[in-house]
């Protein structure tokens, strides 16, 4: 198992991003949470890692904190929410607030996430109770600033499962000039209250 991955940033492509580590690439997908908090390209980065090994792939998760992996975890334990669902609701979530919509038993809050519906939510509630706790709060991680990108946007919301027109309906609330970490985190919002 790769438990942590330390390297030179090369690309960043929300969710996925490219490491450097002794002359190796690795890609690695990462949830909006992460995303935010990342150094510019070029610069050292350190992350925590998952590696998730299928029949047809192996596919590496990175997280800046252990809140983020341990929830993460948790969330693909659950049957019927693959890798892919448990990055939109840490991307749509920070880990306080899932571990608060669980412990408040707020299915409204889960199923305003893509890929989460009534059934999923129910689920989420009824197996996460009581594990989501205070070795998974304390996630949230700060914006980094980037030039005017809408299409790294709208390629964000698209990879975490919105659809086209729901993508492009939030990138439209991003003011011109924002970056793409926070123009991420407007749209998200934006989706979060429809």
Avoid: C, N, W
Avoid at 83 to 88: E, I, P, Q, V
Avoid at 91 to 110: F, K, M, N, P, Y
Avoid at 127 to 156: F, N, Q, V, W
């Amino acid at each position: 198992m790769i438990g942590r991955l330390a390297g030179t940033l090369v690309e960043k492509h929300p969710p996925t991003l490219l490491v450097d580590a002794g002359g190796v690439g690795y890609e690695v997908d990462v949830p909006m949470s992460t995303f935010y908090g990342l150094p510019a390209i070029g610069e050292p980065i350190t992350l925590l890692t998952h590696l998730l090994v299928r029949e047809d792939a192996h596919q590496l998760y990175g997280f800046a904190t252990q809140a983020e992996r341990s929830a993460f975890r948790a969330l693909i334990k659950i049957s019927g929410v693959g890798a892919r669902t448990a990055l939109a609701v840490l991307s749509g979530l920070s880990v306080d607030e899932l571990a608060q919509a669980i412990t408040r038993q707020d299915a409204a809050t889960l199923k305003r996430l893509p890929g989460i519906g009534q059934k999923t939510a129910e689920r989420l509630l009824l197996e996460l109770k009581g594990k989501l706790g205070a070795d998974l709060e304390g996630a949230g991680a700060p914006a980094a600033g980037t030039a005017d990108a809408s299409g790294d946007i709208l390629r964000a919301l698209l990879a975490l499962g919105y659809s086209e027109r729901e993508a492009a309906a939030a990138a439209r609330q991003v003011p011109a000039g924002t970056g793409v970490s926070d123009g991420i985190r407007i749209a998200l919002k934006s989706l979060a209250k429809a």
